[in-house]
């Protein structure tokens, strides 16, 4: 039912999105302006608020980085294997690779995690925010850009805003920093923002997409099965492997299970990537979604 919910409230501000651009409100113009906010400021922002008020123990904290951050290097190895068998354009090769490794976890993980398990739950997922935008900011944009450089200009584009929010949040969280009343809720204003403005976008994508171009895609569909029940299946019989906190199995399993994130499309709407094949592929593993995660779940007993 808490997944149903967070789908309808995604799909009636996708359908906002794409209501507005239909009557022209948003253009591409308009689109890559309200990619540029999301990537930049609000994003940063929702890193930022993940470590205000939350206090954990450094120990255990220690082995939840690392387990989180082993989850997203499994992710990647994955990546790097399985898609060049779908033999993907160049131009699809990187998008199909960071649909892979980055879900929505942010967006659906956390209301999904709160309702099952609680306060506890919710600062184990605030863990994982962490590696994922400190890796969608550096493999992401790697992945994404179109633009070869060198080493150095690598090393200088990936030095950005998210790679600066995502390590300030570590430093806070590990050392229990309290951010001031009024930058605090500066922040959480910000964040705010991410959701709407990033499905406003997906939403305002699907009038350059078909129904039929998603739906009878039989690469995308085959990838979707994969990023939605194969991997899943896969990384919780290793991580119950590694622990056997429950609380932590079900965090880390909805953190595997959920769709690929809508930063994706804005990732590659901000860094010239294959845009339509990013909305896509958003679009579909959104929808497909609805049935896999609590098929997943009544099956593993989570």
Do not use: H
Not at 163 to 186: C, D, H, R
């Amino acid at each position: 039912m808490i997944l149903l919910k967070q789908m309808i409230i995604l799909f009636f501000v996708m359908l906002l999105g794409f209501m507005m651009a239909r009557k022209k409100i948003i253009d591409r113009k308009v689109s890559k302006s309200l990619s540029w906010i999301t990537v930049n400021i609000a994003n940063p922002a929702l890193i930022l608020s993940g470590s205000q008020g939350n206090s954990i123990e450094k120990k255990e904290m220690l082995f939840l980085i690392v387990l989180a951050f082993g989850m997203f290097l499994f992710l990647i190895i994955m990546a790097e294997i399985i898609i060049p068998i779908f033999r993907p354009d160049n131009s699809e090769k990187g998008v199909y690779k960071v649909l892979f490794v980055f879900s929505n976890i942010g967006f659906m993980g956390f209301p999904i995690i709160s309702s099952v398990y609680g306060s506890k739950g919710l600062l184990y997922g605030s863990i994982f925010l962490l590696p994922f935008n400190i890796l969608i900011y550096t493999y992401g944009i790697m992945c994404m850009s179109k633009q070869k450089t060198g080493i150095k200009q690598k090393l200088i584009k990936l030095f950005n805003i998210g790679l600066i929010a995502g390590i300030t949040s570590l430093v806070f969280a590990v050392n229990k920093v309290t951010i001031p009343n009024v930058a605090g809720q500066l922040i959480t204003m910000l964040s705010a923002l991410t959701a709407p403005l990033s499905m406003m976008v997906i939403g305002a994508s699907f009038t350059e997409i078909s129904i039929k171009q998603i739906f009878c895609d039989i690469r995308l569909l085959i990838f979707a099965i994969l990023k939605l029940v194969i991997i899943p299946l896969i990384g919780i019989v290793m991580i119950k492997c590694i622990t056997s906190n429950n609380i932590l199995q079900g965090v880390c399993f909805i953190m595997l299970a959920t769709p690929s994130g809508s930063m994706v499309a804005m990732m590659a709407e901000q860094y010239n990537g294959n845009y339509i094949t990013a909305a896509k592929g958003v679009a579909l593993t959104t929808v497909l979604s609805v049935i896999t995660m609590p098929l997943l779940f009544a099956v593993m007993g989570i």
